[in-house]
């Protein structure tokens, strides 16, 4: 069974605090994404990579950064934690550019709130 | 750029309706189309997908069709559970590409 691990299911972290997310998956996937998700928004793109040590910007990168030494692991970094941050986090992975047809895979997110 | 619009919930129902939740979408290309389910507290779950104009994806009584003539993917299922409540997710993918584009998702309530 395929499997999109988060390291926390839920995390309550201080203003100014450097906060890390981790991201684990087992699918050999090339592509993993990085998401917030807030009541009547929807999904919002963070980062995404495509390859090991490589990183795109998503919609709403400020404040955030993202790091992938390992295919499997893709951390999301908040480099000075804010209360405008609190929110849940949804890592997913994928295969490959060019293939259309096959869904993202997601962990079970991460809701953070920073007080 | 690539969009996708649910209808605004939430969408409440008794149970055993009929449940329409209509998903439209702008896209380059040939886009690949999915439904998600999120159960509270929990991530996104796959549940349908097509790949070209005029698939049909099903799944635990879920359907939806690829219209390409009115870009649209609506989400229907004949007779709704309680344990269908949830929020849905409509996405894309397009051809070619590898970020998945979500709507908004629409929370369905249904009532004993």
């Known amino acids: 069974d395929v499997k999109v691990t988060q390291s926390s299911r839920y995390l309550v972290k201080r203003t100014g605090e450097k906060v890390f997310l981790e991201c684990v998956q087992d699918m050999d996937h090339e592509n993993m994404f990085w998401y917030r998700q807030d009541p009547g928004l929807g999904l919002r793109l963070i980062y995404f990579s495509y390859d090991v040590k490589m990183k795109e910007k998503g919609d709403i990168p400020e404040g955030y950064s993202v790091s992938r030494e390992k295919k499997e692991r893709f951390s999301l970094i908040l480099e000075s934690a804010s209360t405008n941050q609190t929110s849940m986090y949804l890592c997913a992975s994928r295969e490959g550019r060019g293939r259309g047809s096959t869904e993202a895979f997601f962990g079970q997110g991460t809701r953070l709130t920073v007080v | 750029g690539d969009s996708v619009t649910q209808m605004e919930g939430p969408v409440t129902l008794s149970e055993e309706a009929f449940l329409t939740i209509n998903c439209t979408y702008t896209a380059t290309g040939y886009p690949s189309l999915f439904w998600y389910v999120q159960y509270p507290g929990e991530g996104l779950q796959l549940l349908l997908k097509?790949?070209?104009?005029?698939d049909k994806g099903s799944n635990k009584g879920f359907e939806a069709t690829y219209r390409k003539e009115t870009t649209s993917f609506h989400l229907e299922k004949g007779s709704v559970q309680v344990s269908d409540s949830a929020v849905y997710f409509c996405?894309?993918?397009?051809?070619?590409?590898?970020?998945?584009?979500f709507g908004r998702g629409t929370s369905l309530i249904v009532h004993p």
């Open positions: 097509a790949t070209k104009a005029d």
């Open positions: 996405a894309l993918i397009p051809g070619g590409s590898y970020i998945p584009t």
